[in-house]
């Protein structure tokens, strides 16, 4: 590891409960320091002002929140939606964009992994359980740090790479999840109703989307640990 730790953004979240407030969870700040990052949040700003920001990073993570709205995949907003809020889409969209051009290092966490199938042009489920039928609960009451349903991860990826090849258990706390994969994106993991639990992009050297929250669980999975370190030393240039 580089004894000048690379500098890791953190997009803000965003909710209508306290509108006022841009914040980032505990566990994205712990997981990327534990892996050798500099931890920074990144709030809404100005276009300019933002990119400037960016430049000075060496990889972005696209934190979880709330719902994509629908308009951006091209469908109607349904009642099953969840809560949006287009202060964080401009923001995750606009981050996202900018790094995919400019091949920084991109780990898409939960909300992020649908983020990034729609900036690659793909849609989304606003509601499994309405839409997929006989699908697996993907929204546990147990705590974050245990997993509640296995994930079956897909040879030959980055992903796999990283946490190897055999099932992972893993957390879920999504009600959306990935319908038409997006362009250019590769299957990483699935579960056993064959929803998409990870993607990444063969054309970028680090683009990596999981639908669970690896953060949650960095301390007591090794797994959940290598996905940071792997996204860490990608951000070192390695």
């Keep these: 590891m580089s004894s000048r730790r690379p500098l890791i953004g953190l997009v803000a979240q965003h909710n209508s409960s306290n509108p006022d407030q841009f914040f ?17 949040m990144i709030p809404p700003q100005p276009p300019a002002q933002l990119e400037q920001l960016l430049s000075r990073l060496q990889g972005l993570v696209l934190t979880g929140g709330v719902d994509v709205h629908p308009e951006l995949y091209g469908e109607e907003l349904q009642p099953w939606c969840g809560e949006i809020s287009q202060v964080r889409d401009e923001l995750d969209f606009a981050a996202a964009a900018w790094a995919l051009q400019h091949d920084m ?10 983020v990034l199938n729609v900036a690659f042009g793909g849609s989304l489920y606003q509601d499994i359980p309405q839409e997929v039928a006989d699908a697996v609960r993907h ?24 946490v190897g090849r055999g099932p992972l258990r893993t957390n879920s706390f999504h009600h959306q999840g990935i319908k038409r994969l997006g362009s250019g994106l590769k299957i990483a993991a ?3 109703d064959q929803l998409v639990e990870a993607v990444e992009s063969p054309e970028h050297r680090f ?24 996204f860490v030393r990608a951000a070192e240039g390695e």
């Design 105 to 114: 290092p991109l780990l898409a966490i939960c909300r992020g992994i649908q």
């Design 24 to 40: 980032v969870k505990r566990a994205y700040v712990q997981a990327v320091s534990a892996a050798g990052g500099i931890p920074i």
């Design 190 to 192: 699935t579960t056993p």
């Design 139 to 162: 929204w546990q009451s147990d705590p974050g740090s245990e997993g509640t349903h296995e994930v079956t991860v897909h040879q030959g990826t980055l992903l796999s790479s990283l």
């Design 207 to 230: 683009v990596l989307g999981v639908q669970w929250h690896p953060e949650l669980m960095a301390e007591s999975c090794p797994a959940a640990r290598a996905l940071f370190e792997g």
